[in-house]
């Protein structure tokens, strides 16, 4: 799951991203209005954290031109603006929820799960292809009896395929999911996670389609 975390306070961006990414997030970080414009406006991101107090540019601005726009990433305030004026006025741009600072990490996580879970129209933790089940709080998989928490790059890979059940994704829309701008990738990392995915559930869990690239079997 790709996260853009819009944050100019280096402390907090810093505790984030790790945090976000021992979860087995790809956080993609920018500090300021005029790059956070241009990304917001990037669909491949599942989720936006946005601080309303940036250099440069108000957060509110950015999110109403966003907006306006056409983006549609859901977009979670982060700010330490406790105003009841503010928190509505964040809503009715398009925010999808407001999260006052401080917070706790696990509160934001738990938040962002609700948000992702609203925007697939589901109502629990619970993703399902077929047999396989992914559970989004404790990162156990499921299928035919064995279930195994996964470590944060398989539950990425994971996650990226079982959201939509029969599509197919390729190696670089795979690797653009799990990975972020900094991350060095090995041209076989793809294919090592889903080798070790298979080897403990079963070759069954993650079909390949020849020259095309991955899916997670309706079936
Ligand atoms: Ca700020």
């Not at 503010?86 to 509160?107: M, N, Q, S, W």
């Not at 993650?206 to 991955?214: D, L, M, P, S």
Request: neutral net charge.
């Amino acid at each position: 799951m790709r996260v853009l975390l819009v944050e100019d306070d280096a402390m907090i961006g810093k505790g984030l991203v790790a945090a976000l990414s021992a979860e087995g997030m790809s956080v993609d970080w920018v500090r300021d209005g005029a790059h956070a414009e241009v990304m917001l406006r990037d669909s491949s991101y599942s989720i936006a954290l946005l601080d309303l107090g940036l250099p440069g540019q108000d957060g509110l601005d950015l999110l109403k031109a966003a907006r306006r726009q056409g983006a549609d990433t859901p977009v979670l305030i982060i700010t330490a603006r406790d105003k009841l004026d503010d928190r509505v006025a964040g809503l009715d741009l398009g925010a999808d929820d407001y999260l006052v600072k401080p917070f706790e990490t696990r509160e934001l996580q738990a938040r962002m799960r609700a948000l992702m879970r609203r925007r697939a129209g589901r109502a629990t933790s619970l993703l399902v292809a077929g047999r396989t089940e992914l559970n989004t709080e404790t990162h156990e998989l499921s299928r035919g009896g064995v279930v195994e928490v996964l470590p944060a790059r398989e539950y990425a890979l994971m996650h990226a395929l079982i959201e939509r059940p029969g599509r197919i994704l390729s190696r670089s829309q795979i690797e653009e999911r799990i990975y972020g701008w900094g991350d060095e990738v090995e041209s076989n990392a793809v294919d090592v996670l889903i080798h070790s995915i298979r080897r403990k559930f079963g070759k069954d869990i993650i079909v390949n389609i020849r020259g095309a690239g991955w899916m997670a079997p309706k079936s």
